[in-house]
């Protein structure tokens, strides 16, 4: 079957990094997005990996190996709005989002 | 401003009730999502549409029907609400099938 697997809950400090992994298993691949979601809010869209290796864009970075089926999102310089869930989704051969249920980040001051 | 507009934000409604939510891009995207989203699970695809004229059944279709009468409304309608349809709906569009999603802000239903 196809599924993401992704931690429920992290907490992490203000100022420091934080790394949240997703490992993915899709009937083929056509590449693998990190969205963010406020509380009470609509997903927005953070980063898109197709080839293996690290996508830096400001504060955030994303990380994919195909071969190993994982992702992590990795953000810096933590600030407090930072604080939401972040969903870990893949897409399969035949361009089928699948969903993870995502990672609560808790930023603490 | 162009984005995605969702209608109602929220409603509660009897169950057995007919019930639309309404979905209006002004991007111009082909593709357009309907998702529900439930505590503890990822978002899951009611329906979608890649292009006017033309849908398609998700993951969870049952209870729910979906229109595409033009590029720009997707509107969702439930037949006859039951309790376990209560949840938070999404609508997003995307330019392409395998672009970035857009979403609206949703629209949370209560089925009593």
């Known amino acids: 079957g196809q599924n993401i697997d992704q931690p429920t809950e992290m907490t992490a400090t203000e100022g420091a990094i934080v790394q949240i992994n997703c490992t993915y298993q899709?009937?083929?691949?056509?590449?693998l997005f990190w969205y963010q979601q406020h509380a009470g809010e609509a997903p927005t869209f953070l980063s898109y990996?197709?080839l293996d290796g690290l996508e830096e864009k400001g504060r955030f970075s994303s990380f994919l190996s195909r071969s190993k089926g994982y992702s992590y999102l990795l953000l810096k310089e933590l600030q407090m709005k930072d604080s939401a869930s972040y969903l870990c989704?893949?897409?399969?051969?035949?361009?089928?989002?699948?969903w993870g249920a995502g990672t609560k980040l808790i930023i603490k001051p | 401003i162009a984005g995605i507009t969702q209608a109602p934000t929220s409603q509660i409604l009897a169950a057995g009730r007919r019930m639309t939510l309404r979905c209006t891009q002004d991007?111009?995207?082909?593709?357009m999502y309907w998702y529900r989203q439930d505590l503890g699970l990822g978002l899951r695809l009611i329906h979608y549409?890649?292009?006017?004229?033309?849908?398609g059944k998700g993951e969870v279709p049952d209870g729910y029907s979906v229109s595409r009468a033009n590029t720009d409304d997707f509107p969702l309608t439930l037949a006859s609400a039951v309790p376990s349809q209560t949840s938070v709906y999404f609508c997003?569009?995307?330019?392409?099938?395998?672009?970035?999603?857009?979403f609206g802000e949703g629209s949370r239903l209560t089925v009593l």
């Open positions: 997003a569009s995307s330019a392409s099938a395998a672009g970035e999603l857009f």
């Open positions: 991007m111009r995207h082909n593709a």
């Open positions: 549409s890649n292009t006017a004229g033309t849908t």
């Open positions: 899709t009937s083929g691949f056509n590449g």
């Open positions: 990996n197709v």
């Open positions: 989704v893949s897409m399969d051969s035949n361009y089928q989002l699948i």
